[in-house]
């Protein structure tokens, strides 16, 4: 009696399971479902903003006869040349830095 109450208690979890995963993963998902996203109104405060200064910065225009003028041509250079140095540090990581290990490979001893 004890044998048929676990078994059946088995089959039970076992079916439980089966229609949670088929749930989870097998269902088919439908392709009229909508996500609704609720946003702040302060998001979309600061994104016509942003909207308002990208046009604002793409409607500049730069006149360049300035600088086909005398007076830039005129300019003088004061600019120092950056000395020829390495960037920063040696990779410590790099292989060259890591000792040699050769491979062990094992010999046959004859009997």
Partial sequence: MEKLKNSKLMVLFVLVFAFFVYEKFAKPS????????????????????????????????VDDSLFKSTAWSNLIDFSKPLPEVSPGKDNLFDTPALPQISPVVPTKKSR
Avoid at 30 to 51: H, K, P, R, T
């Fill in 30 to 61: 439908s392709s009229a479902e909508q996500v609704d996203v609720v946003v702040d109104s302060s998001v979309m405060l600061i994104g016509n903003e942003f909207l308002d200064y990208l046009a604002k910065v793409k409607a500049i225009e």
